[in-house]
């Protein structure tokens, strides 16, 4: 082979290689250009619930954007279009591509804020976007219903529309149904449903507040309804006739719900109702459309199966969207944390009214290893991306709702829950980005947070942090080493560390890491009675804890902090000595704190060492009635014996 058919092909090889590169790297994705500005949109639909198909009628009013504008794309997916018209009733020229209706107009826009009308008739077989039930030879139980999810860009997928998170509109729904189906929806009911041919009735709602096209809903199906008020505020819960008795154990606290955010946030509850809806095969836990959330039938529990778990966080943390995500929307999907994640940390405010202290730090402890190994490679707010579906995972619910609690301790709660208030209050029917929340908490407290913002929101990885405890009784000092042992830079953040004395008495040295390691040398002339690490948990970091096994067992016998004596349970689950066990134990079976317990179990069952076994099975003989607390774990190891 000659050096030129040698040379020729390296660089095909190469073009090749480099190709498949790009082709498997996630395209750029921003907010997308807008054509106009729809300010509103009268959506008529009439749905076969047998047949599985929609007739659909959409009138969009809009002024211009862009100028000159010759044509206007909106999108649209597996629409059938019949006809489209503008205001003045001309018949306009359409073509259906790529998920894209491109409307011609009968003459140009030449001014921007130009009035734009059009009305478009449709029919559609939705495969997406919405979704259809009903009963089967196989399966005859199965309730005929149809529900929407639009989230994040399906409402294309069953009418043609804006399909963005910024772009808001007020609305006008006609659903046409068959008579004797209850329809959910969002905005204000216009009176009782208007028969309107044989077997059918028309429901009407008005939304007079913007809302992107997302959080459109519709619920067709059969239900029992409770109503209720908080205070003038209409409540609704829709559950299958079936699971009527198990309603009030999951919807009962939606009052309380709305008055603890309405207040912590400074911002009443923004929309004219809040009703809840429970369908059939729900793809997911719930849905935040504005007024009117769709929830799984997880969410409603027997007597029995109340006794282990509650609905509570799931429909907290979909109430709370109706302020972020549904009052104030991200900009585009590269913003979603601004959605999920406040929706997140607010739930876990919630435990913090509704339980306590504790088990607010609890939450935070369980969502944290998921934000740690969601954010190890991936920023919160990230611009490539395949899918909008890819937003939803990683580290955007847990490592947000941390992000979000880090602010709070960090700037304090009365500045915090200001800033927020401002946020939600200038961004009102808005798009944001995370810039606008940064400006506004820097602008109530006075503090720059834009390394902190560079570190968690636009930066991927955490802190992994060894700390190193060691009470010199020669010198009467406290010697703390903190190490950050990560690869990347060094992450700067606040930390403390809570010293307690014999007498009960204790203090907290507050102090800035900013470097690869910190030293501290304090005062200590006693064996102090527990140290706590972090104790505020100011900071999401992967933590080791090293020091004198009688430290961690004094701690976990003497911290008044919850956070300091689980941390000092896990820094001696590798420790098989007599006393740490003993300790464990101990802790295991009278702690006041039932995640302390837990996390005590989980040591103990560590490994398979004898004598850890042996704890593990007095536990369960001294409290066979609170069997159900040891984690699956725990039981795994008593099972071996």
Same mark, same amino acid.
């Given at each position: ?24 790297? $996630? ?44 044509? *206007? ?82 409402? @294309? ?12 509109? $007020? ?12 329809? *959910? ?54 559950? +299958? ?6 309603? &009030? ?6 009052? =309380? ?129 395949? %899918?909008? &579906? ?56 006075? @503090? ?15 802190? &992994? /942090?060894?700390? =190193?405890?060691?009470?010199?009784? %020669?010198?009467? /000092? ?15 953040? +606040?930390?403390?560390? $809570? ?16 470097? @690869? ?30 020091? %004198? ?35 464990? %134990? ?16 989980? $040591? ?7 004598? @850890? ?29």
């Amino acid at each position: 082979m000659g050096r030129r058919s040698l040379l020729t092909v390296v660089i095909v090889l190469l073009a090749a290689t480099n190709a498949a590169v790009r082709a498997d790297e $996630a395209p750029w994705r921003f907010a997308r250009d807008r054509e106009i500005d729809v300010e509103h949109m009268r959506l008529a639909c009439r749905f076969d619930l047998h047949r599985r198909t929609v007739e659909g009628e959409v009138t969009i009013t809009a002024r211009s954007v862009a100028v000159p504008l010759r044509s *206007v794309t909106l999108d649209a997916r597996d629409l059938e279009i019949a006809s489209v018209r503008d205001g003045s009733g001309r018949v306009l020229a359409f073509r259906g591509h790529d998920d894209k209706l491109e409307i011609g107009l009968a003459e140009p826009l030449s001014e921007r804020g130009s009035p734009l009308q059009l009305e478009i008739r449709y029919r559609a077989r939705p495969r997406r976007g919405l979704h259809w039930f009903g009963p089967t030879p196989t399966d005859p139980d199965v309730p005929l219903q149809v529900w929407s999810q639009n989230e994040p860009d399906l409402a @294309r997928a069953w009418f043609p529309c804006v399909d963005t998170p910024e772009q808001r509109q $007020a609305f006008d729904f006609e659903w046409t149904v068959p008579e004797g189906f209850t329809v *959910v929806s969002n905005g204000t009911s216009l009176g009782a449903p208007e028969p309107v041919g044989p077997g059918e009735v028309r429901w009407r709602f008005r939304q007079r507040q913007p809302m992107p096209c997302y959080l459109v809903s519709v619920v067709v199906g059969r239900f029992v309804t409770q109503r209720v008020y908080w205070g003038e505020l209409p409540l609704a819960y829709h559950v +299958p006739p079936d699971r009527a008795d198990d309603l &009030e154990r999951s919807f009962a606290r939606t009052p =309380e719900m709305l008055a603890f955010f309405s207040e912590r946030l400074g911002v009443p509850y923004p929309w004219p109702k809040y009703e809840q809806v429970v369908v059939e095969q729900f793809s997911y836990g719930g849905m935040e459309n504005t007024g009117a959330t769709t929830l799984n039938e997880r969410t409603l529990h027997s007597e029995r199966a109340a006794l282990d778990t509650t609905s509570e966080p799931l429909v907290a943390h979909e109430l709370a969207h109706q302020w972020f995500g549904d009052l104030v929307t991200c900009r585009d999907w590269s913003q979603l944390w601004l959605n999920e994640g406040w929706a997140t940390f607010l739930a876990a405010c919630w435990e913090e009214h509704a339980r306590g202290p504790a088990a607010y730090a609890w939450t935070l402890r369980n969502q944290s290893q998921g934000a740690l190994y969601g954010g190890r490679t991936t920023p919160l707010v990230r611009h490539r991306y395949r %899918e909008p &579906e890819e937003m939803f995972r990683g580290p955007t619910y847990p490592k947000g709702a941390w992000v979000l609690h880090m602010l709070r301790r960090r700037l304090g709660g009365t500045d915090f829950w200001a800033g927020v208030r401002d946020y939600l209050e200038t961004h009102r029917n808005g798009a944001v980005e995370s810039v606008d929340l940064r400006r506004a908490l820097e602008r109530r407290s006075g @503090r720059s947070l834009g390394r902190f913002f560079e570190q968690w929101v636009y930066g991927a990885g955490h802190p &992994e /942090l060894e700390v =190193e405890v060691r009470w010199q009784l %020669e010198r009467g /000092l406290l010697s703390v080493r903190i190490a950050q042992r990560q690869k990347t830079e060094p992450f700067v953040f +606040p930390f403390a560390i $809570a010293i307690t004395e014999d007498d009960g008495s204790r203090r907290v040295v507050p102090f800035e890491v900013t470097r @690869r390691t910190t030293q501290l040398l304090l005062p200590q002339p006693r064996r102090p009675a527990a140290v706590g690490i972090d104790p505020g948990q100011q900071v999401l970091a992967a933590l080791t804890l090293r020091g %004198e096994r009688d430290l961690w067992i004094r701690t976990l016998r003497n911290a008044p902090s919850p956070v300091s004596r689980w941390r000092a349970a896990m820094a001696l689950a590798g420790d098989r000595h007599a006393e740490a066990v003993a300790a464990l %134990e101990l802790a295991a079976a009278s702690d006041a704190v039932l995640p302390v317990r837990r996390l005590c179990v989980q $040591a103990l069952g560590h490994d398979g060492d004898e004598r @850890r076994r042996a704890a593990l099975l007095r536990l369960l003989a001294r409290h066979r009635d609170e069997a159900a607390g040891l984690d699956a774990r725990g039981r795994a190891v008593v099972r071996r014996e």
